[in-house]
T-cell receptor
Framework: NAGVMQNPRHLVRRRGQEARLRCSPMKGHSHVYWYRQLPEEGLKFMVYLQKENIIDESGMPKERFSAEFPKEGPSILRIQQVVRGDSAAYFC?????????????FGPGTRLLVL | TQLLEQSPQFLSIQEGENLTVYCNSSSVFSSLQWYRQEPGEGPVLLVTVVTGGEVKKLKRLTFQFGDARKDSSLHITAAQTGDTGLYLCAGAQNQGGKLIFGQGTELSVKP
């Protein structure tokens, strides 16, 4: 049973370009979470999605960042007009059901480097 | 903003020693998860504790959830070099699915 898949594992972009990060949850999981880990900082929640719905985006920057989880296909975290401060590791996690006691399983992450 | 204070931030010990990592908050969590993260990889789940006062053991690792569900600890007995890594605690609250992470404990076990 495959775990959470993320691609690409590494992404290099120049300032002003767009970054698209993809996440395929574990089989049967319909809840997806995105977290960001900045250098020398802990993991910070960004957004929580269910199929076709954004449930909680309280951790998302107001501009340039968007996320989706379509009915078919992976969840996408999109960063427009990237800046150097966006350089970080972006992790996706998934869970089976909505429950505060439900374990979240993490993917290997996408390391974004903005030149 | 709910905070999860994790201590110590760095820990360097000799193989065979015991150690404890603490995770404290003023907020109540419905569950608390401990993860271990290797460089260049994502967090890997070690355990989830959900009941106040709960103690779970995973080989040489013992996890405890405080009675009031505000704090937790991870105790490693007879540490081995393979225990080296970043240990993260993360709490979930009733309002929703997001996890609040501690800053992490960077453990180095020397032979």
């Amino acid at each position: 049973n495959a775990g959470v898949m993320q691609n690409p594992r590494h992404l290099v972009r120049r300032r002003g370009q767009e970054a698209r990060l993809r996440c395929s949850p574990m089989k049967g999981h319909s809840h997806v979470y995105w977290y960001r880990q900045l250098p020398e900082e802990g993991l910070k929640f960004m957004v929580y999605l269910q199929k076709e719905n954004i449930i909680d985006e309280s951790g998302m920057p107001k501009e340039r960042f968007s996320a989706e989880f379509p009915k078919e296909g992976p969840s996408i975290l999109r960063i427009q007009q990237v800046v150097r401060g966006d350089s970080a590791a972006y992790f996706c996690a998934s869970s089976l059901i909505l429950a505060s006691k439900e374990t979240q399983y993490f993917g290997p992450g996408t390391r974004l480097l903005v030149l | 903003t709910q905070l999860l204070e994790q201590s110590p931030q760095f820990l360097s010990i000799q193989e065979g020693e015991n150690l404890t990592v603490y995770c404290n908050s003023s907020s109540v969590f419905s569950s608390l998860q401990w993860y271990r993260q290797e460089p260049g990889e994502g967090p890997v789940l070690l355990v989830t504790v959900v009941t106040g006062g709960e103690v779970k053991k995973l080989k040489r690792l013992t996890f405890q959830f405080g009675d009031a569900r505000k704090d937790s600890s991870l105790h490693i007995t007879a540490a081995q070099t393979g225990d080296t890594g970043l240990y993260l605690c993360a709490g979930a609250q009733n309002q929703g699915g997001k996890l609040i992470f501690g800053q992490g404990t960077e453990l180095s076990v020397k032979p």
